[in-house]
């Protein structure tokens, strides 16, 4: 484990910049193509399709997650160009990503469990969006955001074999916030490092500083109210997941979840009302 020397900002910068260029995965070249097919006048959607068909695992998973219900189609979406004409480009390129985080990590220890904590997350997140109908989010927004809050995590598990230790210290604190935790022993932290992912991964800005801030009891102003939203609504999610399953359990609710009900308008009465219904999401999968 890579100690931090106390006050070094010399050395942070410098360790980012050698986890930027060794440690976290380069963006794929389909979203390189789809983010610059969005600055055309007329994007090559077949053009696209194409290349995205040459890999069967991204072609069935943007099928499957553009199938999801919180991705907003209506009709079912039966090829790759049909994904990419009903969902469009914006949409196209976060279920994409979605995929493609998936195969980022693949000899990864222990990664299927986290992905599926993570896939919990997401499709809970999106199924409150919509159950609540919060006018700022979207449906797909909340899923991708659920997916990619804790990539930096794998990122750090990838990188440092240690870091499970330290993350079980974060996930077992009450008290301090989880990234000041992981700073003790780290020149970083999983919010950061996974910011540093969406962000080179061309994910919306709201999902990039959702990333960024989900640990903080008061995101840096001027606060984004869809970066707000996005946060509160996967801490409502999480905490339903591990009342639901009895995985997984943490102690940032008990830190995030006054202040995360408050800013959705939510009350505990709400949270118990909503439980049958998140049940029965989960059960679905």
Known sequence: MIMMPSGDEAFTSEFHAALRDNGIPPCPEILQRINAEMQKEEPNLRHLADMICRDVGLSAGLLKT???????????????????????????????ACVALHQAFPNLRHIERFWDASARIARLSGWLT??????????????????????GIAVLMQRFPDYEMVLADANRNGERCFTSVEEDVMPTNHAVVGAM?????????????????????????????????????????????????????????????????????????????????????????
């Open 130 to 151: 919509q159950e609540i109908h919060w006018p700022n989010v979207k449906a797909e927004e909340a899923y991708t955001f659920g997916l990619f809050r804790d990539c």
């Open 197 to 285: 992912l969406t962000q080179s991964w061309w994910l919306p800005d709201a999902i990039c500083n959702a990333v960024r801030y989900h640990h903080d009891l008061a995101i840096p102003t001027p606060p984004d109210d869809v970066t707000v939203t996005l946060v509160a609504v996967a801490h409502v999610a999480e905490h339903l997941v591990q009342e639901i399953s009895g995985l997984s359990q943490t102690r940032e609710w008990q830190k995030l979840g006054e202040s995360s009900l408050q800013q959705l308008d939510l009350t505990e009465q709400h949270l118990s009302d909503l439980c049958l219904g998140a049940s029965k999401v989960l059960a679905e999968h």
């Open 66 to 96: 553009a199938n999801s219900p919180f991705f907003g189609t209506r009709q079912r979406v039966a090829s790759v160009t049909e994904a990419l004409m009903i969902l469009g480009l914006n949409k196209a390129s976060q279920a994409v």
